[in-house]
């Protein structure tokens, strides 16, 4: 049996990624609050839990295994991020990531919250 091996970014903090994506909708006019409630509406964090998350320096996988709720209507983002459709990433993580990339892109572009948290 094939031994499968773990994408590197599961291994990866979350407090360094989370920079990243405040930097970038930052760079576009947008706010770290606007981030930190895109991350709370997909995972349930409240906002004292995303960030211990963070000075914890979680990695990305367990930050998302250990989200309180994932919000159902995160099944309902489409699109493509870093030229992969993320509806159509199979394994459950990963897609769980892309979804969050895809917000955060969305984000950056200058798309209404209403319409980037499926209101």
């Not at 903090?13 to 509406?41: C, M, N, Q």
């Not at 990695?59 to 983002?77: H, M, V, W, Y």
């Not at 917000?103 to 572009?109: S, V």
């Amino acid at each position: 049996m094939p031994k499968t091996t773990k994408h590197r970014i599961y291994a990866m903090s979350f407090a360094k990624v989370y920079p990243l994506y405040v930097a970038k909708a930052e760079k576009k006019g947008r706010t770290k609050t606007e981030v930190d409630e895109i991350i709370r509406w997909l995972t349930g964090y409240s906002q004292k839990k995303l960030e211990a998350q963070v000075k914890k320096q979680t990695d990305i996988e367990t930050f998302i295994a250990e989200a309180p709720q994932l919000n159902p209507s995160r099944s309902l983002i489409k699109g493509v991020v870093c030229g992969v459709r993320v509806e159509d990433v199979e394994e459950p993580t990963m897609r769980e990531i892309r979804y969050l990339d895809k917000l955060i892109d969305e984000l950056a572009k200058g798309k209404a919250m209403e319409k980037i948290l499926r209101a």
